[in-house]
């Protein structure tokens, strides 16, 4: 249960943030997207506001659906599919670890940018922590 518990906590954590940056905010922005090396703090994309409230809104739907695994919320979701959803999860936040081979994840080739740096520090681990915790309770 703690496994879904962490995961609920830090996915509605960072769909909260998404939602901020959605409505104009500002913190932690600026390391928040990956930049392009040949051109010193460019952004390698510029997600718009429904783009970014789409993300949100998929992180929420992730948290719920670790809640309903663990039984936290009544429903009739039938269990295979919160079984498979979790694995989904898992696997998602397993290929943002691995990356793009470019700006983002363990193999990126862009290292020298603020972002890169955070990535490997701060994003790659969160993201390796979803994803193992996301499989945990969707075995168990």
């Given at each position: 249960?703690?496994?879904?518990?962490?995961?609920?906590?830090?996915?509605?954590?960072?769909?909260?943030?998404?939602?901020?940056?959605?409505?104009?905010?500002?913190?932690?922005?600026?390391?928040?997207?990956p930049e392009r090396p040949d051109r010193a703090g460019q952004k390698a994309f510029q997600p718009g506001r429904g783009l970014t409230l789409l993300v949100a809104a998929g992180?929420?739907?992730?948290?719920?659906?670790?809640?309903?695994?663990?039984?936290?919320?009544p429903g009739t979701l039938p269990s295979?599919?919160?079984?498979?959803?979790?694995?989904?999860?898992?696997?998602i936040f397993f290929l943002r670890v691995v990356g793009d081979f470019r700006y983002v994840g363990f193999f990126k080739t862009t290292?020298?940018?603020?972002?890169?740096?955070?990535?490997?520090?701060?994003?790659?681990p969160l993201c390796l922590i979803l994803s193992i915790c996301a499989f945990w309770t969707a075995v168990l």
């Open positions: 249960m703690l496994p879904a518990l962490l995961n609920t906590a830090l996915l509605l954590l960072i769909s909260g943030i998404h939602v901020y940056w959605a409505f104009g905010g500002t913190w932690g922005l600026s390391a928040a997207l992180l929420a739907a992730m948290a719920v659906l670790h809640l309903y695994r663990i039984g936290w919320l295979w599919l919160t079984q498979y959803g979790l694995l989904g999860v898992g696997g290292t020298e940018t603020a972002f890169a740096r955070l990535d490997t520090a701060f994003y790659i």
